[in-house]
């Protein structure tokens, strides 16, 4: 799932046990290339690079930082 606004949904994975949720917090807006770089970023460190889930998030995260500014 990925949506803007998404914090109350990653609230509910959590409480039914995910072990891993990325949500966006409730009053901030995101632009759609930001979540393309952050989300192509996300998949390629776990999947081909095979990094773990906190390593992929902050590598996303500053690929997004570096690209679109905080």
Do not use: P
């Not at 949506?3 to 990653?10: G, K, N, R, T």
Request: glycine share 6%; proline share 0%; net charge positive.
């Amino acid at each position: 799932m990925a949506a803007c606004h998404s914090e109350f949904a990653a609230k509910i994975f959590l409480e039914a046990g995910a072990h891993h949720v990325i949500g966006i917090d409730h009053e901030k807006q995101v632009l759609d290339n930001a979540v393309i770089t952050f989300t192509e970023t996300f998949y390629k460190k776990l999947w081909k690079e095979g990094s773990r889930i906190c390593q992929c998030f902050f590598t996303a995260k500053l690929a997004v930082d570096i690209k679109y500014g905080k």
